[in-house]
């Protein structure tokens, strides 16, 4: 198909030549505008066989091609809007899972907080409970040493009062119900000084 086509083409390229080259051999001049009814045929016949061959070779190719090319571009376009769709789909999806992760987030993060202001109050009040705890108990300490400290210095005043009264009256009080007699009237005189 091609050869015949190169062919056609190269005969079509010789044909004015061998015209010019006949009119030049007849010797005769040629007027510019008068016309030239052989030429005129002879273009003619050329033009249409030209045509005729490039209409039946050249241009139904030519112009499957240019459709093919026109459907490949239209199917490149509706594709390329197909995907531009899907990625702003897909991107919207995506922003919105950002948005409900990040709102996640900081629900975590206030829930987060919460329970450390929680923990922070309880530890603040066990801290107050120990601390009360521990001073009730240092009280009840010092109260028990204070009164074993007061039991002890009527112990000893006791034994200094009898001491003093046994110089005193020569004799030796050491017997319990003279002891017995003495811790009442020192428990008399404690309690009046701490009821008064």
Do not use: C
Not at 119 to 144: C, N, S
Not at 167 to 178: G, M, P, R, T
């Amino acid at each position: 198909m091609r050869s015949s086509l190169i062919r056609s083409l190269a005969i079509l390229s010789l044909a004015p030549a061998s015209l010019f080259a006949q009119e030049a051999e007849g010797g005769g001049t040629r007027v510019f505008m008068q016309p030239d009814t052989g030429l005129m045929f002879w273009t003619l016949v050329i033009f249409v066989v030209l045509l005729f061959i490039l209409s039946k070779f050249a241009f139904g190719p030519l112009t499957k091609a240019v459709a093919d090319r026109e459907r490949a571009l239209q199917d490149a376009i509706d594709k390329a809007n197909a995907d531009r769709e899907a990625a702003a789909r897909l991107l919207q999806e995506h922003q919105l899972k950002i948005e409900a992760a990040r709102d996640e987030a900081q629900k975590f993060i206030a829930e987060g907080r919460a329970v450390a202001e929680k923990m922070r109050a309880d530890m603040i009040e066990q801290t107050r409970k120990e601390q009360q705890d521990i001073l009730e108990r240092a009280r009840r300490d010092i109260d028990a040493e204070k009164e074993r400290a007061i039991a002890q210095l009527r112990r000893e005043a006791v034994d200094l009062a009898l001491a003093g009264a046994s110089k005193v009256v020569e004799q030796n009080l050491e017997s319990a119900k003279n002891r017995q007699i003495v811790e009442s009237y020192l428990s008399s005189i404690g309690t009046l000084k701490v009821g008064q």
